[in-house]
């Protein structure tokens, strides 16, 4: 019991390292730039012990629940050696979860009041839920299916920027030939899809696959996944935006 | 009390965005892999630790950060104060005008990268898996600067109102070129730190800032530059960690030089 009080308090003690900065900046340009005094102070006070525990409480499950989870399935994934298994398991987690991500709602939702200003698509209720709808599951769809090519790369071993550079490429054409109000919206995409969750879960998995191989460096191999995670659903927004224009 | 009720609804919310999660583990877990969890009850206990700390997490933040950052965002962007008080409203802007802006714009990116939990969760296996050679201040430093530059760009292309195609282009070409240089190691992991430093912190001050901007400034639109400022924060990381990890690699090599020749 002891050693998680000193756990506890250890991983505070880092949490409020790491949300010092916020709260000086935001103090900073509150008190000295816009020369205003801070609302409500009680409120202030409740949310940012809040913050902090809040942070604790999550790094201290990372160690305990999702790495270790991560990385247990990888290793048993790895030695059952069913290629088949392993990719739609990383399919299934990427698109689970993403098609719930409430980032990725919030955006989809932006993109079709953008697409119907454009004149893209009839400005009606229906028209603009049926593109939000689609463009969600294009994106999960695009995540799922980064995940299952980066669980493919850490077990053949390919280079990670071959991928990412190809991947570039491929964004840099589709810009070219895209509706102009779909573009801002897209490259946005690629950032919000990953969630806080999501991360840790996929970090563990691929350097859990990476260890387990053998000859692949989990360093070198074992990350890579979140990249592909980011840089696909900016192609098949882009893609979507081609196919509904 | 409001707080309270507030965290019970975030607390809905995570759970609801946790359950997929859980039902694709718990389903290969009995259905195909058929293998006991070692540890199950501390697993449990670590998945509760993350939903509930996160529920707090952001409750906090809406509480407390959000609001504030979300205003000063806005106050900094209204054209009262970048003509000045007291004074007449400007007839035109210059984009020198903006200081302020791209001074917060930089700072909260710093800030809020520094904080971001995704992040914090990366580096930590980052430097578990490279026996520490890959340090997690380092690492989340160079991921800060990194955003923090982003931002900086991302609201100053917003008041000049240039193409973002340009600014994402040209940030491509030199991550392919960086890559040449770089070393193989730190590759994989400076793609995957542009995926993490944009959620739960950054994302919503981000949005608000580019919002508020492009309501401002005049000739721009809100629906087509308000968007853009993630893009920035997930390329330009990238960027400063390949520099971080050339940089590195350039003093490494030096050190092994000069004491290699006495």
């Not at chain 1, 980064?146 to 589709?174: E, K, N, Q, S, T």
């Not at chain 2, 380092?138 to 931002?151: F, P, Q």
């Given at each position: 019991?002891t050693g998680q009080?000193?756990?506890?308090?250890?991983?505070?003690?880092?949490?409020?390292?790491?949300?010092?900065p916020?709260?000086?900046?935001i103090?900073?340009?509150?008190l000295?730039?816009?020369?205003?005094?801070?609302p409500?102070?009680?409120?202030?006070?409740i949310?940012a012990?809040?913050?902090i525990?809040?942070?604790?409480?999550?790094?201290?499950?990372?160690?305990l629940?999702?790495?270790?989870i991560?990385?247990?399935?990888?290793?048993?994934?790895?030695?059952?050696?069913?290629?088949f298994?392993?990719?739609?398991?990383g399919?299934?987690?990427?698109?689970?979860?993403?098609?719930?991500?409430?980032?990725?709602?919030?955006?989809?939702?932006?993109?079709a009041?953008?697409a119907a200003?454009g004149?893209?698509?009839?400005?009606?209720?229906m028209?603009?839920?049926?593109?939000?709808?689609?463009?969600?599951?294009?994106?999960?769809?695009?995540?799922?299916?980064?995940?299952?090519?980066?669980?493919?790369?850490?077990v053949f071993?390919?280079?990670v920027?071959?991928?990412?550079?190809?991947?570039?490429l491929?964004?840099?054409?589709?810009?070219?030939?895209?509706?102009?109000e779909?573009?801002?919206?897209?490259?946005?995409?690629?950032?919000?899809?990953?969630?806080?969750?999501t991360?840790?879960?996929?970090?563990?998995?691929g350097?859990?696959?990476a260890?387990?191989?053998?000859?692949?460096?989990?360093?070198?191999?074992?990350?890579?996944?979140?990249?592909?995670?980011?840089l696909?659903?900016?192609?098949?927004v882009?893609?979507y935006?081609?196919?509904m224009? | 009390?409001?707080?309270?009720?507030?965290v019970?609804?975030v607390?809905?919310?995570?759970?609801?965005?946790?359950?997929?999660?859980?039902?694709?583990?718990?389903?290969?877990?009995?259905?195909?892999?058929?293998?006991?969890?070692a540890n199950?009850?501390?697993?449990?206990?670590?998945?509760?630790?993350?939903?509930?700390?996160?529920?707090?997490?952001?409750?906090?933040?809406e509480?407390?950060?959000?609001?504030?950052?979300?205003?000063?965002?806005?106050?900094?962007?209204?054209?009262?104060?970048?003509?000045?008080?007291?004074?007449?409203?400007?007839?035109?802007?210059?984009?020198?005008d903006?200081?302020?802006?791209?001074?917060?714009a930089?700072?909260?990116?710093?800030a809020?990268?520094?904080?971001?939990?995704?992040l914090i969760?990366v580096?930590l296996?980052?430097?578990?898996?490279?026996?520490?050679?890959?340090?997690v201040s380092g690492?989340?430093?160079?991921?800060?600067?990194?955003?923090?530059?982003?931002?900086?760009?991302?609201?100053?292309?917003?008041?000049?109102?240039?193409?973002?195609?340009?600014?994402i282009?040209?940030?491509?070409?030199?991550?392919?070129?960086?890559?040449?240089?770089a070393?193989?190691v730190?590759?994989a992991?400076?793609?995957?730190?542009?995926?993490v430093?944009?959620?739960?912190?950054?994302?919503?001050?981000?949005?608000?800032?580019?919002?508020?901007?492009?309501t401002?400034?005049?000739?721009?639109?809100?629906?087509?530059?308000?968007?853009?400022?993630?893009?920035?924060a997930?390329?330009?990381?990238?960027?400063?960690?390949?520099?971080?990890?050339?940089?590195?690699?350039?003093?490494?090599?030096?050190?092994?030089?000069?004491?290699g020749?006495?």
């Amino acid at each position: 019991m002891t050693g998680q009080l000193r756990f506890f308090a250890q991983t505070m003690l880092g949490s409020l390292r790491d949300l010092a900065p916020i709260f000086l900046v935001i103090g900073v340009f509150q008190l000295l730039v816009l020369k205003q005094p801070l609302p409500n102070g009680f409120e202030l006070l409740i949310g940012a012990i809040l913050v902090i525990i809040g942070l604790t409480l999550f790094v201290m499950g990372l160690e305990l629940g999702l790495f270790p989870i991560g990385e247990a399935m990888a290793h048993d994934f790895a030695r059952k050696g069913s290629l088949f298994w392993l990719m739609l398991f990383g399919f299934c987690l990427g698109f689970g979860t993403t098609v719930a991500e409430p980032a990725l709602i919030a955006v989809a939702r932006e993109a079709a009041t953008v697409a119907a200003d454009g004149g893209l698509i009839a400005s009606d209720e229906m028209a603009q839920q049926r593109y939000a709808g689609g463009l969600r599951l294009s994106v999960a769809f695009s995540v799922g299916l980064a995940i299952m090519v980066g669980v493919l790369r850490i077990v053949f071993g390919w280079p990670v920027h071959y991928l990412i550079i190809g991947g570039y490429l491929g964004v840099v054409i589709m810009t070219r030939f895209a509706p102009p109000e779909i573009i801002g919206v897209a490259y946005d995409s690629g950032g919000v899809t990953t969630s806080t969750i999501t991360v840790p879960l996929v970090a563990a998995l691929g350097v859990g696959l990476a260890s387990s191989i053998k000859g692949r460096n989990p360093v070198v191999d074992g990350f890579g996944l979140i990249a592909f995670a980011s840089l696909t659903p900016i192609i098949f927004v882009l893609g979507y935006g081609m196919l509904m224009s | 009390m409001s707080g309270f009720e507030g965290v019970v609804d975030v607390l809905k919310v995570t759970v609801l965005d946790v359950l997929p999660i859980i039902a694709v583990l718990v389903g290969f877990q009995v259905l195909v892999l058929r293998r006991r969890i070692a540890n199950l009850s501390r697993v449990i206990l670590g998945f509760v630790y993350v939903v509930v700390g996160l529920a707090l997490f952001l409750q906090g933040l809406e509480q407390a950060l959000f609001p504030l950052g979300k205003t000063m965002a806005a106050q900094l962007s209204d054209l009262d104060f970048i003509s000045g008080a007291g004074r007449e409203l400007l007839e035109t802007v210059r984009w020198q005008d903006y200081l302020w802006v791209y001074c917060f714009a930089f700072c909260i990116g710093f800030a809020t990268t520094v904080a971001e939990p995704a992040l914090i969760a990366v580096s930590l296996k980052a430097e578990e898996v490279s026996g520490g050679t890959i340090g997690v201040s380092g690492l989340r430093l160079s991921v800060a600067l990194g955003v923090a530059i982003g931002l900086a760009l991302g609201t100053w292309r917003i008041v000049i109102g240039a193409p973002l195609e340009y600014f994402i282009m040209a940030g491509y070409v030199l991550v392919m070129v960086q890559t040449i240089f770089a070393p193989r190691v730190m590759i994989a992991l400076a793609y995957d730190s542009g995926g993490v430093t944009t959620s739960t912190v950054t994302v919503p001050l981000v949005a608000a800032l580019g919002l508020g901007l492009a309501t401002s400034v005049p000739g721009r639109s809100p629906m087509l530059d308000g968007f853009g400022l993630i893009a920035f924060a997930s390329l330009c990381p990238i960027i400063s960690v390949l520099a971080y990890s050339q940089i590195s690699q350039w003093y490494a090599q030096r050190y092994r030089l000069s004491s290699g020749a006495e």
